[in-house]
């Protein structure tokens, strides 16, 4: 019985994520986090003479003190895989959808949810095709060296490198020259023009130091200059990679959690890569729009669809294109929750929104699958699971935009009592920092997503 005792222990569930992640002593108006991993204890150990006995025997149903949240730890992780390293995808989804990833082993499983790698795949398949990514960076990382020799120094850009007709700036302390940073070998080899898109990439780096600077500095990681450098090193790259979107404010603020949990640089910027790839059409803009307009009216429609009244009187406020929403959807509610709830959120979201096809879908880019036989809706989330017994043909409407929604509603009463103008509402969503819990706003967003589903159907 003493063995049973001990299989009920897991020291790994007593880490505190704060200690993980720990914020600075001189930010303590920092957002408190709310997240702390849960311990599996299906069959709660009780004492009886004199040793333990598992509640299963001493109770019919052998539930009692089972909490709804179980986090996924270090040692069940393990036993996911089996002898080939094939993973139980169902296995992981059940397990992060209830109480989200132990702090530990968050970067392996985020691989996972964003679709880095086949869950069928093998761990032989696996180390190859990580080693083919991670050649794959260095090459272009040394091409983005070879444009700005400040790639992979270990600096950051925060001034102006080069004008807008390509010529270089000229650093105020070194007698007229240009800034030694901004001077590639193209440029120190060549007086030739540079082309178009060389220009347009260097203009970007500067900004991206910019906001690299501002993003999540109450942590204590971001102390370290290397660490800055990094996180400038991944979006540097990504800009050049990604011609079309380069880089937009509020990148980093995305790519910050992914950069500081997967320790080698090439494996966070193919899973920021990924993830982009998901929210990378908010950032695409034209002269007069943002492509995050187009979620802010879907979700103008559900709030319609769901609530009604809200919506009017939200409407009547001139709040009815939901422009108050806009940041959350943009940097995915970093501004909303803390560094840590932040994180909780997402892989709650990434696991509910998770289908077992989903690498197949990134590696031959052809969008969302509609496959829904026993065994793929069994390995996925609860939200993809709806979608695709709702058999619906139209673009898939993603889960960040009903959690919007639930984080609206769940203020239904001081916006209908309170909000008399869009200051109003705006204060009052404000508010909510610190204050959510991630598990409360998914569960609200599935149940606003099944009541739109049902509402769109009899329409």
């Not at 392996?108 to 086949?118: A, H, S």
């Not at 590639?184 to 060549?190: L, W, Y």
Request: net charge neutral.
């Amino acid at each position: 019985m003493m063995f049973l005792a001990c299989c009920y222990n897991d020291p790994d569930m007593l880490i505190d994520p704060d200690t993980v992640y720990p914020t600075r002593a001189d930010c303590p108006d920092a957002p408190k986090s709310r997240f702390k991993p849960q311990a599996c204890n299906r069959f709660p150990l009780i004492p009886h003479s004199s040793y333990l006995i598992p509640a299963l025997l001493l109770s019919p149903s052998g539930h009692q003190g089972c909490g709804p949240r179980r986090t996924l730890s270090p040692r069940r992780w393990k036993l996911l895989f089996n002898e080939e390293g094939c993973l139980d995808a169902a296995g992981m989804i059940k397990r992060v959808q209830r109480g989200g990833i132990h702090p530990n082993i968050k970067g392996e499983v985020w691989e996972y949810l964003l679709g880095c790698y086949d869950p069928k795949s093998t761990t032989e398949q696996r180390n190859q095709l990580r080693q083919q990514r991670r050649l794959e960076y260095e090459k272009l990382k040394t091409k983005c060296r070879e444009m700005d020799t400040t790639v992979g120094s270990g600096r950051v850009i925060t001034m102006p490198v080069i004008t807008e007709d390509g010529q270089p700036i000229e650093d105020p302390n070194s007698n007229g020259g240009a800034r030694a940073s901004s001077v590639g070998v193209e440029q120190q080899t060549s007086n030739a023009t540079l082309p178009k898109e060389v220009i347009q990439w260097k203009l970007l780096l500067h900004q991206i130091g910019l906001d690299v600077n501002r993003t999540d500095r109450t942590l204590v990681y971001y102390e370290s200059q290397e660490n800055l450098a990094r996180l400038w090193d991944i979006l540097s790259v990504y800009a050049w990679v990604d011609t079309d979107i380069g880089y937009c404010q509020g990148m980093s603020d995305l790519c910050s959690p992914i950069s500081i949990i997967l320790e080698h640089e090439a494996d966070a910027f193919w899973c920021f890569e990924r993830l982009m790839r998901r929210v990378r059409d908010n950032f695409k803009s034209t002269s007069t729009s943002i492509g995050v307009r187009s979620q802010l009216t879907t979700l103008s429609s559900i709030m319609k669809a769901v609530d009604p009244k809200l919506h009017e009187h939200l409407e009547n406020l001139d709040g009815g294109e939901y422009l108050f929403a806009f940041r959350m959807l943009m940097v995915l509610f970093r501004r909303e929750f803390s560094f840590i709830d932040t994180m909780y959120l997402w892989e709650l979201m990434w696991s509910m929104e998770y289908n077992p096809g989903l690498f197949s879908m990134l590696e031959s880019n052809t969008g969302t699958s509609n496959a829904n036989d026993e065994n793929t809706l069994k390995q996925c989330g609860k939200f993809e699971k709806k979608n695709l017994q709702a058999a619906k043909k139209e673009e898939q409407i993603p889960l960040s935009v009903f959690v919007v929604a639930s984080v609206i509603e769940a203020k239904n009463k001081r916006l209908m009592g309170e909000a008399k103008g869009l200051d109003d509402v705006v204060k009052i969503l404000n508010e909510i920092t610190g204050s959510i819990d991630a598990k409360k706003a998914c569960r609200g967003a599935l149940t606003i997503h099944e009541k739109y589903l049902t509402t769109v159907k009899a329409s």
